[in-house]
């Protein structure tokens, strides 16, 4: 399944991609260079809302990739 978006903070530090099937899901990566973490799984615009203000990025700070 391909993402239908996908963001990076402009630090570079986390990717976010966006799923729709059959709800919408967020996969938000931790990125350090050639590396990635496993995905944490979000459900919903609520859940990336609380994850971005727990973690301090505001929706200027994401660029697409």
């Known amino acids: 399944m391909d993402p ?4 990076r903070d402009k630090n570079h530090r986390w990717r976010i991609e966006a799923y ?3 709800d919408l899901r967020f996969a ?4 350090n260079g050639p590396t990635e973490s496993a995905p944490l799984w ?3 615009m609520a859940a990336l809302a609380r994850w971005l203000m727990t973690h301090a990025i505001s929706l200027d700070d994401l660029e697409t990739d």
């Open 42 to 44: 979000l459900f919903g």
């Open 28 to 31: 938000v990566f931790a990125t």
């Open 20 to 22: 729709r099937a059959p």
């Open 4 to 7: 239908s978006a996908v963001w």
